[in-house]
T-cell receptor, first 113, second 113 residues
């Protein structure tokens, strides 16, 4: 029972570097999303996807790109990392269509120096 | 736009005492409301959800929440706290028939022996 798998668990970047956070789910879920969690700010939605080939912006999309070429994978790309992107990132998935039960990965802790 | 406000970033109770975590919502249409729990170093898990059926919703681990339209509230309660309830709790709201959840800032619950 893999569920939602995020890699890496920890990452340190220098300002200006780019990288991709990986997210994969094996539950055949249509809906996938990325959140960032910051102290005192809860979870904020970055991008989401309601199915392969369809993505949309959330509350805080600037500085991030996503694509959804398959049902299983939903990578998050940081184009040019900034210290403000230091955060814990969570990927989540659900069956979609108003099921509302999100399954979360275990998170990626990212530090940008 | 829909949003939720969680009153109190930290709540401390003694083991066996009542747990009350507060959440107020803002929505121009009947909301769908949720409580999620995050244990240390883990992703979030769904505790319970309100989707316009019964106003008193029972969830896992003995938690329940009551939807009160007149007070725009959806407070989470548990009659008797257990040490294992120590975690961070997030209230969330969703636009109708989507899985796009907007989370509050979270309340950290501490339980003392």
């Amino acid at each position: 029972n893999a569920g939602v798998t995020q890699t890496p668990k920890f990452q340190v970047l220098k300002t200006g570097q780019s990288m991709t956070l990986q997210c994969a789910q094996d539950m055949n879920h249509e809906y996938m999303s990325w959140y960032r969690q910051d102290p005192g700010m809860g979870l904020r939605l970055i991008h989401y996807s309601v199915g392969a080939g369809i993505t949309d912006q959330g509350e805080v999309p600037n500085g991030y790109n996503v694509s959804r070429s398959t049902t299983e994978d939903f990578p998050l790309r940081l184009l040019s990392a900034a210290p403000s992107q230091t955060s814990v990132y969570f990927c989540a998935s659900s069956t979609g269509q108003g099921s509302w039960k999100l399954f979360f990965g275990s998170g990626t802790q990212l530090s940008v120096l | 736009a829909q949003s939720v406000t969680q009153l109190g970033s930290h709540v401390s109770v003694s083991e066996g005492a009542l747990v009350l975590l507060r959440c107020n919502y803002s929505s121009s249409v009947p909301p769908y409301l949720f409580w999620y729990v995050q244990y240390p170093n883990q992703g979030l898990q769904l505790l319970l959800k309100y989707t316009s059926a019964a106003t008193l919703v029972k969830g896992i681990n003995g938690f329940e929440a009551e939807f009160k339209k007149s007070e725009t509230s959806f407070h989470l309660t548990k009659p008797s706290a257990h040490m294992s309830d120590a975690a961070e709790y997030f209230c969330a709201v969703s636009p109708y028939n989507t899985d796009k959840l907007i989370f509050g800032t979270g309340t950290r619950l501490q339980v003392f022996p």
